[in-house]
T-cell receptor, first 112, second 112 residues
Framework: GAGVSQSPSNKVTEKGKDVELRCDPISGHTALYWYRQSLGQGLEFLIY????????KSGLPSDRFSAERTGGSVSTLTIQRTQQEDSAVYLC??????????FGPGTRLTVT | KQEVTQIPAALSVPEGENLVLNCSFT??????LQWFRQDPGKGLTSLLL?????REQTSGRLNASLDKSSGRSTLYIAASQPGDSATYLC???????????FGKGTLLTVNP
């Protein structure tokens, strides 16, 4: 079946603009995760969804970052007023409960 | 706070050699451990998942072991091939918050 998909694959934006990143998890997976991969920090957890609720938002770096999930499926990560330090690859993963996490190809965000 | 360390950071071997990648973690209260492979500019591909109650998992030429009490896991790759060249990441799931905590990875180069 289809894996996790993310769009766009690449996004270049100007500092101060808002961006939306989309994740389509594997059908039927109850849990969805966002991670960020940057050169200096490695892979960092951002937020976790179980169904449509987010019990763990502990990794969101600032209040400029928000995420939602609708219909227990698609998720959108929104970054407002982007800064250069937001440049990174944003990875989405999904799993069936606490189980093996499957990752999408990522969205490479460049803030100029 | 869980910390994951991978040694070595980089490894270069001739084709056909057997090799071991090491992963250590500071908090032994884990739910499971996952090994991933990442090719340049790509997302993460799950290789093996070991539940906390298991000692090892095998898939083809790959064998992963887990010693939870000592906070260690190894990934053994038999008869390495140039196509195995990639970054290998170890990640632990603490269970209670579902997120994965990643090591920095081992960059493997298999020379023909």
């Amino acid at each position: 079946g289809a894996g996790v998909s993310q769009s766009p694959s690449n996004k270049v934006t100007e500092k101060g603009k808002d961006v939306e990143l989309r994740c389509d998890p594997i059908s039927g997976h109850t849990a969805l995760y966002w991670y960020r991969q940057s050169l200096g920090q490695g892979l960092e957890f951002l937020i976790y969804f179980q169904g449509n609720s987010a019990p763990d938002k502990s990794g969101l770096p600032s209040d400029r970052f928000s995420a939602e999930r609708t219909g227990g499926s698609v998720s959108t990560l929104t970054i407002q007023r982007t800064q250069q330090e937001d440049s990174a690859v944003y990875l989405c993963a999904s799993s069936l409960f606490i189980n093996e996490q499957y990752f999408g190809p990522g969205t490479r965000l460049t803030v100029t | 706070k869980q910390e994951v360390t991978q040694i070595p950071a980089a490894l270069s071997v001739p084709e056909g050699e057997n090799l071991v990648l090491n992963c250590s973690f500071t908090d032994s209260a884990i739910y499971n451990l996952q090994w991933f492979r990442q090719d340049p500019g790509k997302g993460l591909t799950s290789l093996l998942l070991i539940q906390s109650s298991q000692r090892e998992q095998t898939s083809g030429r790959l064998n992963a072991s887990l010693d939870k009490s000592s906070g260690r896991s190894t990934l053994y790759i038999a008869a390495s091939q140039p196509g195995d060249s990639a970054t290998y990441l170890c990640a632990v799931n603490g269970g209670s918050n579902y997120k994965l905590t990643f090591g920095k990875g081992t960059l493997l180069t298999v020379n023909p």
